[in-house]
């Protein structure tokens, strides 16, 4: 039953008609749990407060699979306003971004010249950026780019997901570009021709993956809530006496709130994603994929409404 929602809210994830109708609605649904307002004066509220209560934050402007020149350079000029909004406020926040929605799927022009301009921003403010890894099919273009940008920006890092079979190929590769990698399990729907389908080997890859990067002495961001993945780490690191300035812990906005604070108090860098904006719609049915207890949450929502 668990797989079959997982597959249901992942095909809807991908609905662009739906996704074009859900802007038109505003923050509904229970989508305000996980989207931390529309505007960046609201996403300036939010990080204010998590950074007031020693958690630090990556913020992403909502966008994804976008299909033309205008939208891609207003989704990057929307990146600008974040990266302005970082320095001008003082946040302690980096910025995430998904090519796609800087016109990856349009040309190679497009998507370069966006984050080019991404980019001089960025390292004016002194902002780290990292890549969001979007569908399997993106996958190797997100990382010709990431390498692209890599030898020009040393403050660029970007996402390796656990399912994929390639994964550890594709860390070896990187390895001579010394990345600052956020790990993560995957969310998106992939052939089993291309991605574990058990979710017993997926946390095994997530395991060896996460040993190598720290091995190989690199920045190493573990993005999971998941408490057996969050152990292991720890454990790890004393073992090898990797020091808590080459890694740290990442989770979503609303989801295990208490155990961030936790982790942040126990001395580990805590840093919460935050997206904002009104491209929420897919975000969010991927977040309900993932849980089915985010599904209920939200049904409760919609009743008391
Ligand atoms: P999983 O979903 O397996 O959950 C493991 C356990 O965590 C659960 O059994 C439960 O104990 C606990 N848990 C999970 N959710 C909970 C909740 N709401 N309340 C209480 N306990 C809960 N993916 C991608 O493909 N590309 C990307 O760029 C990113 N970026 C990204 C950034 C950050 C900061 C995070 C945290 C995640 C991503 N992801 C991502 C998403 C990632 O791939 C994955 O889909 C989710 O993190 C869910 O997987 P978990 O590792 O949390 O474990």
Redesign the pocket.
Known sequence: MENVMRNFFLFLSKNKFLTRSAKRYGLRFGAAKFVAGETIEEAVAVIKDLNNRGLKV?IDYLGEFVDNKKEADHMADNCITAIEAIGREKLVSQLSLKLTSMGMDISDEIVMANMKRIMEAAKNYNVFVTI???DYERCEKTLQIFKQLRLEYDNIGT?I?AYLFRTQEDMKDLDEYAPNL?L?????KESPEVAFPD?SDVDDNYKKIIQMHLLHGHYTAV?????A?IEFTKQFVKEHEIPNDQFEF???YG??SERQLELAKEGYTM?V?IPYGTDWYGYFM?RLA??P??VTFVLKGIFKN
């Open positions: 990556t969001d890894m979007e996402v997901q956020r993560v399990k995957g969310a998106y979710k993005a999971t809530h998941d408490d993945i990442q989770m979503l989801i295990r840093r994603y991927r993932e849980r207890a985010n």
